[in-house]
């Protein structure tokens, strides 16, 4: 079964960029029927969905956060990135990176989520 | 972008008794909509799709229904495990994928 991994430093500069991988294991990341997401939840808050790329590269955002990020995919490593810049204390989050199928928006699965604190 | 919209916030339950949660969208969905739950420390756990579709693996006391704007997730005896928040999202206008602001079912 398909399982994925967070990784990337758990601390950030104010101003600079945040920087996760997500590895993904038991599958394919090639598959052309899904989705690979970024999704966060800032501490004791709700669920935001931050965008998805898809094997041929394409990508889609979060209008909220669009300007800042970039989501890519490295289908030889099998995994995908996110890069948010320009980062402050609001962007202190835990960041999960899901799969979601193409043509129906539930996430599953998800990875185990990692705690990026940005701060100086 | 829909919003979805749960409550309550909170909800105290006794184990074993039975625990109905709401979650309304701003707009029609249709049947497009998960129902997640999330335990401290973990990641969300998909239990739901399609409104009423149980996922692999998740016991027969979870149960959704709705449709439309209106929707519910009922857990008919809650057992330990079950003490937890629990979110819905809607997949039916997207991007983006929208969540509702969850739902923490207690002890009481």
């Known amino acids: 079964q398909v399982q994925l991994q967070e990784s990337g430093p758990g601390l950030v500069k104010p101003s600079q960029t945040l920087s996760l991988t997500c590895t993904v294991s038991g599958g394919s990341i090639r598959s052309g029927g899904y989705y690979w997401s970024w999704i966060r939840q800032h501490p004791g808050k709700g669920l935001e969905w931050i965008g998805y790329?898809?094997?041929?590269?394409?990508?889609y955002y979060n209008p909220s956060l669009k300007s800042r990020v970039m989501i890519s995919l490295d289908a030889s490593k099998k995994q995908f990135s996110l890069r948010l810049s320009s980062v402050t204390a609001a962007d202190t989050a835990v960041y999960y990176c899901?799969?979601?199928?193409?043509?129906?928006?539930?996430?599953?699965?998800w990875g185990q989520g990692i705690l990026v604190i940005v701060s100086s | 972008e829909i919003v979805m919209t749960q409550s309550p916030a909170t909800l105290s339950v006794s184990q074993g008794e039975r625990a109905t949660l709401s979650c309304r969208a701003s707009?029609?969905?249709?049947?497009?909509l998960a129902w997640y739950q999330q335990k401290p420390g973990q990641a969300p756990r998909l239990l739901i799709y399609?409104?009423?579709t149980r996922a692999t693996g998740i016991p027969a006391r979870f149960s959704g229904s709705g449709s439309g704007t209106e929707f519910t997730l009922t857990i008919s005896s809650l057992q330990s495990e079950d003490f937890a928040v629990y979110y819905c999202?809607?997949?039916?206008?997207?991007?983006?994928?929208?969540f509702g602001g969850g739902t923490k079912v207690e002890i009481k």
């Open positions: 399609a409104a009423s």
């Open positions: 707009q029609s969905i249709n049947s497009n």
């Open positions: 790329t898809y094997y041929s590269g394409s990508t």
């Open positions: 899901a799969r979601n199928l193409r043509h129906n928006g539930w996430f599953d699965p």
């Open positions: 999202q809607q997949y039916h206008n997207w991007p983006p994928l929208t």
